[in-house]
T-cell receptor
């Protein structure tokens, strides 16, 4: 199993450009999450999904959109990138019936917005 | 709402030194508590966990005890190694049906030979 993978690993954007980050998991997990990691602030939840076709807002959703068209994929979109969105983005997943909330994380995407 | 307050870093220790990273939390009900570790250039990995009061989680020489009376889950290791250099995150999982995690701010640990 590859676990949770993220594409791309690095990206540099100019202000106003758009892009999509892809998260894929091969563990048949129902729940998927997008976090951003900023120095001194830990990980903050952007959006999450509890199943195919469903998404919900997390703590810091503004400026992002998400889609979960397939169970194994969770896409994070930036329609008009801003320097404040410079961050490291992590995707995570968990099985609905898991007895413990141990989320499995991808390796991250480092995004710089100039 | 839920929150996690974690000892600020960075922390620099010599090899074989004793490590403590403090973590306290605020939550309703009975959350599960976690320590995650992030090695350079990698994603987060679960280090240890505890699901109820007085539980002790342990892994790779690290330990943490779920203290409900002090709402704490401090991470300890008796003798750190250079390979323990990483960022450590305390986290909790509350009663949300979406199984969300709330993270602390992270503590950078550097162990010198």
């Amino acid at each position: 199993n590859a676990g949770v993978t993220q594409t791309p690993k690095f990206r540099v954007l100019k202000t106003g450009q758009s892009m999509t980050l892809l998260c894929a998991q091969d563990m048949n997990h129902e729940y998927m999450y997008w976090y951003r990691q900023d120095p001194g602030m830990g990980l903050r939840l952007i959006h999450y999904s509890v199943g195919e076709g469903t998404t919900a807002k997390g703590e810091v959703p503004d400026g992002y959109n998400v889609s979960r068209l397939k169970k194994q994929n969770f896409l994070l979109g930036l329609e008009s990138a801003a320097p404040s969105q410079t961050s490291v983005y992590f995707c995570a997943s968990i099985r609905r019936g898991a007895t413990l909330n141990e989320q499995f994380f991808g390796p991250g995407t480092r995004l710089t917005v100039l | 709402g839920n929150s996690v307050t974690q000892m600020e870093g960075p922390v620099t220790l010599s090899e074989e030194a004793f490590l403590t990273i403090n973590c306290t939390y605020t939550a309703t009900g009975y959350p599960s508590l976690f320590w995650y570790v992030q090695y350079p250039g990698e994603g987060l990995q679960l280090l240890l966990k505890a699901t109820k009061a007085d539980d002790k989680g342990s892994n790779k020489g690290f330990e943490a005890t779920y203290r409900k009376e002090t709402t704490s889950f401090h991470l300890e290791k008796g003798s750190v190694q250079v390979s323990d250099s990483a960022v450590y995150f305390c986290a909790l999982s509350g009663s949300s049906s979406a199984r969300q995690l709330t993270f602390g701010s992270g503590t950078q640990l550097t162990v010198l030979p």
